[in-house]
């Protein structure tokens, strides 16, 4: 079976041939996030090292690893300035952004 046909579970072998590091995590959530983003604009990518990472963060890094292909692509992806997004103003339910809750404003 080739790594393109892959069952849910099944390890995929790493061939340094086909599949590039573009980046590298200590902490989880951010490989996860990073790996949601490519996977949402169909790129084929892994976390190499995951399971360490997620046990003790600060001695592994995940390691997030996409097809030579779309090595490119990744890059790109990843690097979109997220601070640029503009919510909608005043949108009903949400608070102010510049408004900050605290317990005492509750009573």
């Known amino acids: 079976m080739s790594n393109e046909?892959?069952?849910?579970?099944?390890?995929?072998?790493f061939d340094p041939e086909r599949y590039v590091q573009i980046a590298r995590y200590l902490e989880p959530?951010?490989?996860?996030m990073a790996k949601g983003v490519l996977e949402s604009a169909s790129l084929?990518?892994?976390?190499?090292?995951e399971n360490a990472n997620n046990l003790l963060a600060p001695a592994f890094s995940a390691r997030l690893m996409v097809h030579k292909k779309?090595?490119?692509?990744?890059?790109r992806l990843l690097e979109t300035?997220?601070?640029r997004v503009e919510l909608p103003q005043n949108s009903p339910?949400?608070?102010?952004a510049s408004?900050?809750?605290?317990d005492k404003d509750d009573e």
């Open 81 to 83: 300035d997220h601070q």
């Open 5 to 13: 046909q892959k069952e849910p579970g099944e390890t995929i072998d």
């Open 29 to 32: 959530f951010e490989a996860q």
């Open 99 to 102: 408004s900050t809750t605290t």
């Open 70 to 75: 779309d090595e490119e692509a990744a890059r």
């Open 44 to 49: 084929e990518c892994f976390l190499h090292g």
């Open 93 to 96: 339910g949400l608070p102010e």
